[in-house]
């Protein structure tokens, strides 16, 4: 059923409810889901709204309508239309798990997204994109030509017409400019628990420390490394006698199924930044 979902927040006050559905009453909209959050420790409303599309108003008109409305209220908001694809970029180096999980699950209709292109620093999966029928693009990257190659990685994101950049263990730190002009756009996933073992080798810092449970964290990224507000993590119990080789093994299952969520919770629209933090709609709203 084409839809239009509508992400929502402002200052908590009375009558917020109530405003925001009469306007898409008033319009003959009909509403599938209502979700809300009020964040009490910071006075801050939160609404997910799911209305039916049947094309009571143009796109523009209803969103210009909308707009006066959040003026008056006070809301900041977007809206996607569910009969419009996102459109998927894949940042990938060596490592085939992340890119081809997602690969799989956007073949097999679990992820309903377009993933158009994979680019990659090293040519090591263009065998996996060849595989799935995607152009791969093999772009290396050097202290010296790092400036030129993200210029390559937009000019591709353009022609492609990107909705969102997934650094599926693309394990290259994006500049402070790209993150910034494409802010809520870029998710990474960490082979580590945030804000825990932060950096390179999470797994090996998680062996030397003897942790019993290891994880992996869904991100947006921000200039500051591996800091980004959280999207989803997960753990999995260890033991002493795990090797650091055993960790890694045990961790790309559960960076496959942070990274999916992930993904997944952005592209049916059901995440909003506040400030470090996110709300994570539930799924299957």
């Known amino acids: 059923m084409p839809a239009i979902v509508f992400l929502i927040q402002c200052a908590d006050k009375k009558g917020l409810l109530a405003g925001i559905t009469g306007f898409f009453a ?19 409303y939160f609404m997910r709204l799911k209305v039916e599309n049947n094309q009571q108003l143009p796109r523009q008109q209803l969103e210009a309508e909308f707009a006066e409305l959040a003026d008056n209220m006070a809301l900041t908001w977007s809206v996607r239309y569910t009969d419009t694809p996102y ?8 490592a085939s798990h992340c890119p081809y999980d997602l690969l799989l699950r956007e073949h097999e209709g679990e992820l309903k997204c377009d993933i158009p292109v994979i680019i990659g620093n090293h040519a090591n999966l263009a065998t996996m994109a060849k595989q799935f029928d995607k152009p791969f693009y093999h772009l290396p990257v050097t202290p010296e030509t790092k400036s030129a190659q993200e210029n390559k990685i937009r000019e591709l994101l353009t022609e492609y017409d990107i909705d969102l950049v997934v650094m599926a263990r693309y394990m290259q730190i994006l500049s402070a400019e790209f993150v910034h002009d494409y802010a809520g756009r870029v998710i990474n996933i960490h082979h580590g628990f945030l804000p825990a073992f932060q950096g390179a080798k999470p797994y090996h810092q998680a062996y030397e420390r003897g942790v019993k449970l290891i994880g992996a964290t869904a991100h947006y990224a921000t200039a500051d490394l591996d800091e980004g507000p959280i999207i989803e993590q997960d753990v999995e119990r260890v033991r002493h006698d795990n090797s650091p080789s055993d960790l890694v093994m045990i961790g790309k299952d559960i960076e496959r199924l942070v990274l999916a969520r992930a993904v997944k919770a952005h592209i049916e629209h059901r995440i909003i930044c506040s400030g470090r933090r996110t709300i994570v709609f539930a799924e299957g709203a």
């Open 26 to 44: 008033g319009r003959e909209y009909n509403i599938l889901h209502c979700q809300q959050y009020t964040d009490t420790q910071k006075g801050r």
């Open 87 to 94: 459109r998927v970029a894949l940042l990938v180096t060596k």
